[in-house]
């Protein structure tokens, strides 16, 4: 039987899940390297199997340790809960770690964290921003507790549900001739030049799935992976852009950029993702809840 498993060991396991190499694990549990190597070691002779390939001095988690993996981040939740478990009931405790993508991240999260923050008095959260696909693979490795994005993802291992939706719109520099135009078609946008976002983003996706499909010739000028550089390349007249109206907000105020209306439906979902195996505990479940509740002016 499985008697002298350690939280400990469990807690190195997952660490060493994070950052792929016994050093920088080591690191950021101020512990040796041999004493990681050790605990690791350990846990692995005790359930019989490696839990990691050894490619190249990194650590790559394998079939077996995918399959701990989840059950430990519960039992080491389940842990930390303990001590707070005879405190007030109402109060909340732990670290939420939240991934975002650009618009979500920069536009709306700091938003949603003040107001939950003071709701419920706590002020332990990590914000990681990055693209849609990187966010997802945060959460799929446990580096995340909960990601909120643009683009819906199908990954099996994520479950994902809308919790607020914006609206994304077609820019281009004050002095391009469509500005003049009162009804704009799609098909002044033929043989046009778009800055996009790279792989992976929310507003590339929707652009790609909404936009580009309804263009029989179009063409990359660049591909940018801020927002900011985006908005000037477009500013600058070297093309049009597609992104979230309140990501445009600051440089539609100030006339860096003018937005076209076209005769599509503009409107983009926003979407809550879990992994489906993550324990949730009560401040998870409670961030989840004030996320669907949650309106920027409410």
């Known amino acids: 039987m499985l008697t002298h498993i350690t939280l400990r060991q469990l807690h190195i396991f997952t660490v060493v899940t994070r950052n792929n190499t016994l050093t920088e694990a080591a690191e950021e549990l101020f512990l040796s390297k041999a004493a990681v190597s050790m605990a690791l070691s350990e846990l692995e002779k005790q359930l019989g199997h490696a839990l990691f390939d050894r490619v190249n001095h990194r650590l790559i988690l394998n079939q077996e340790g995918r399959k701990l993996l989840p059950l430990a981040d519960e039992l080491l939740n389940r842990a930390n809960a303990i001590p707070r478990l005879f405190e007030h009931e109402n109060r909340l405790h732990g670290q939420l770690r939240i991934g975002a993508s650009d618009t979500i991240g920069n536009q709306v999260a700091p938003y949603l964290l003040s107001h939950f923050r003071q709701q419920y008095q706590h002020s332990t959260q990590t914000l990681f921003i990055s693209n849609s696909a990187q966010i997802c693979q945060k959460l799929v490795d446990y580096e995340l507790d909960i990601a909120l994005i643009e683009g819906k993802t199908l990954h099996p291992a994520l479950v994902s549900k809308q919790f607020s939706q914006d609206e994304m719109c077609i820019i281009c520099a004050p002095e391009h001739p469509l500005t003049q135009k009162t009804n704009v078609r799609l098909s002044d946008f033929e043989h046009s030049q778009w800055l996009l976002r790279e792989a992976g983003s929310g507003s590339r996706e929707f652009f790609l ?84 509740e949650w309106r920027r002016n409410g």
């Open 209 to 292: 799935r909404t936009i580009a499909p309804r263009l029989e010739r179009w063409y990359e000028a660049f591909e940018l992976n801020t927002t900011e550089a985006l908005i000037n390349s477009v500013s600058a007249g070297l093309g049009f852009g597609c992104l979230s109206r309140l990501a445009a907000k600051a440089a539609l105020q100030d006339g860096r950029v003018v937005s076209l209306s076209v005769p599509l439906d503009m409107r983009r979902r926003f979407w809550l993702l879990v992994h489906k195996e993550k324990y949730q505990n009560p401040l998870l479940k409670c961030f989840i809840q004030f996320c669907f």
